[in-house]
């Protein structure tokens, strides 16, 4: 029977940090030496180590011979739990369940060997697996022969290499979750030479070690295997009946999205995510096919529980009254109403049923601004800050064609507007901006390198009901007026600065802009908690402050250099940054990409440049086209 131990080790500190993890070694205890032998510790049994509290060791006894043990070192971990222990250098037992709890305190990723396997359904043969993968999607089957045979031996190699660096077996799940391995990876870079632990050249035709671990193989296979586990408990919730709901997770969105073949980056994910919490109205701009109308898609089937719940409606050129979204009473036979072909109206409809409280209904309005916004969206602006309602026909008694007299905007509806820039399309009034969240899509040099390197199919049928059992909890999140106390003074102290610049071109922001920046700024810490300070403020700068500045090169430019330093520290803007090609907002530092020193809100000082060349080339700049 396994048992399990603690022990102090003040005094062997060296001793235990030169060991590498899973390497094995002799230990010696400096006190009583019968200590060993008064609890018959035994091959298999199971000790945790701590120096006073700070650092913890696992260890797995590998063989014991007098008071020497030959221990596994399982994990090793820098984190106090406040678990007390009296008296050093002396073993005391644990029990099955004292043991998991406090590995449980100190790596949440940690799995007991003792815990039952099947109830995990982690327990696979990954490197098995993982080789059927790849031969089934035909990838590296001529390199190793279409034999699973030697391709899993040349994983085995790649196990022991990364074990050697990183103290982590990447094929062994029964102690790390497959969460854990994905995290390892991801975090642990395997330099570009394709170098890791023993391995010191590329050894898989024309690939490397970090090609096959990497994110489009062995981290995509346990990706894919962790959304067929999260699909098994689903169906086995949903032959219960309704969801079982659970809080609402981005990562897990994130993690859908990526798999489905969408292309995004956890910022802005996070951005839309954020922003579609905090008011329910989001525009979303950019280059053309860029994936703005996939993102707004993307979340709402993933969150949603039937296509029902969405609906995308292409706005047409000649719409300049509400008619196409509200639909209209029969003219020659009052009691019909009509409603229009493309669901907006039956979805508000929807959405508004008490049954449906708690399921998000998503308006996406593709090219939105192909006709003026303010004449086909005015009732929607108008209750959006009214909270009046929608008047739909004088029938207080009756519905017409299944029609109310009358609709509220539901706290659980959302509508995302998509937006191009070109000889065709209508740029926003002031009025549409100063109620909208507006993200804009930018594709970089690396993303579109790694996308034309790999390209993928979109397969959004993936994502159809994956976050429907946390669509309760999101709707709450939205619906939300109470945060914790958050020190502002920085945020405040940004938004006087910009406020004042702002209003020497007539684009400064009112009491409603105020408000909804600090609910934007506590939305994005509540979604994404691991958010910094400035990254908030950088966000809310640029998608509530920035979007309305527009005007001449004479008007423009001098504003916007002020802005531009409100942006950095120590940094003379226009000379380092605008006046200089050769200037990079983010720097490579040991193969990662880090922000410059003494830029502090990169996404608006990126936007800011952008304005100020083209207001310099052009003699007039706008957000939108900039």
């Known amino acids: 029977m396994t048992k399990y ?46 120096i006073e509290d700070d650092v ?143 391995l010191n050249k590329k050894t898989v035709g024309n690939g490397s070690v970090k090609a096959i671990l990497g994110s489009n193989n062995y981290v995509k296979y346990l990706k894919k295997l962790l959304i067929e586990r999260s699909d098994s408990e689903s169906e086995i919730e949903n032959k219960k009946g309704d969801y079982e709901q659970i809080p609402f997770d981005i990562k897990q969105f994130k993690l859908e999205t990526e798999l489905a073949g969408l292309s995004y980056s956890d910022e802005l994910i996070t951005r839309y995510v ?76 929807e959405a508004n049923k008490v049954e449906n409280i708690n399921k998000p209904y998503f308006l996406i309005l593709d090219e939105m601004n192909l006709s003026h916004v303010e004449r086909y969206f005015a009732d929607f602006l108008s209750v959006m800050e009214s909270k009046d309602k929608f008047k739909l026909h004088s029938d207080i008694e009756q519905e017409k064609s299944g029609v109310p007299f009358e609709l509220s905007w539901p706290k659980n509806l959302f509508v995302v507007g998509t937006v191009n820039i070109d000889e065709t399309t209508y740029m926003f009034s002031p009025k549409v901006l100063d109620r909208a969240n507006a993200i804009e899509f930018r594709v970089t040099d690396k993303e579109i390198t790694d996308f034309l390197n790999s390209p993928n199919q979109i397969n959004l049928e993936q994502l159809e009901k994956k976050g429907a059992n946390m669509a309760a909890d999101f709707i709450k999140i939205a619906i939300n007026k109470e945060f914790k106390d958050f020190n502002t003074y920085d945020l405040n102290k940004t938004l006087v600065n910009f406020f004042g610049q702002l209003q020497k071109t007539g684009a400064e922001f009112g009491y409603r802009t105020g408000m909804e920046i600090h609910r934007l700024y506590q939305q994005l810490a509540v979604i994404n908690e691991d958010i910094s300070e400035n990254d908030k403020i950088d966000i809310a700068v640029m998608q509530k402050l920035l979007p309305k500045l527009h005007g001449s090169r004479r008007k423009l430019c001098p504003i916007l250099e002020t802005l531009g330093n409100i942006c950095v520290n120590d940094i003379d803007v226009k000379k380092d940054i605008f006046e200089n090609e050769d200037f990079k907002l983010y720097e490579e530092v040991d193969g990662k990409l880090v922000l410059t020193e003494g830029v502090l809100y990169p996404l608006s000082l990126e936007k800011i440049t952008r304005m100020y060349k083209g207001a310099i080339e052009n003699g007039f700049a706008s957000y939108a086209e900039a």
Do not use: M
């Open 274 to 349: 954020s922003s579609i919490a905090t008011k329910p109205f989001v525009l979303l701009s950019g280059l053309s096919g860029s994936g703005k109308t996939k993102l707004a898609q993307a979340f709402a089937q993933w969150l949603s529980e039937s296509h029902k719940q969405y609906s995308i409606v292409p706005v047409g050129a000649d719409w300049t009254n509400r008619e196409p979204l509200l639909g209209y009473v029969n003219a020659l036979n009052p009691d019909e109403y009509v409603l229009p072909e493309n669901g907006a109206l039956q979805l508000l409809i």
């Open 5 to 50: 131990y603690i022990i102090l080790i003040n005094k062997l500190i060296n001793t235990f940090s030169r060991v590498e993890s899973s390497n094995q070694f002799d230990f010696s205890i400096e006190t009583d030496s019968a200590t060993v032998t008064d609890h018959k510790i035994n091959q298999g049994d199971f000790i945790l180590a701590s």
């Open 56 to 198: 913890y060791y696992n260890f797995e006894v590998i063989t014991k011979k007098d008071n020497k043990l030959q221990l596994k070192k399982i994990f090793e971990i820098e984190k106090s739990i406040n678990y007390k222990i009296e008296e050093e250098g002396v073993f005391t037992s644990l029990n099955n369940e004292d043991y998991n709890s406090i590995c449980s305190s100190l790596f949440d990723k940690y799995h007991s060997n003792q815990i039952d396997k099947t109830e995990l359904n982690n327990n696979i043969n990954l490197k098995e697996g993982f080789s059927n993968w790849l031969f089934s999607i035909g990838k590296y089957k001529r390199v190793y022969k279409d034999d699973i045979a030697i391709l899993i031996q040349k994983l085995e190699e790649y196990e022991t290499a990364y074990e050697t660096d990183f103290g982590i077996s990447i094929f062994d799940n029964s102690i790390f979750t497959i969460e854990a391995i994905i995290e390892e990876l991801e975090t642990n870079l395997i330099d570009d030479s394709g170098a890791i632990g023993v």
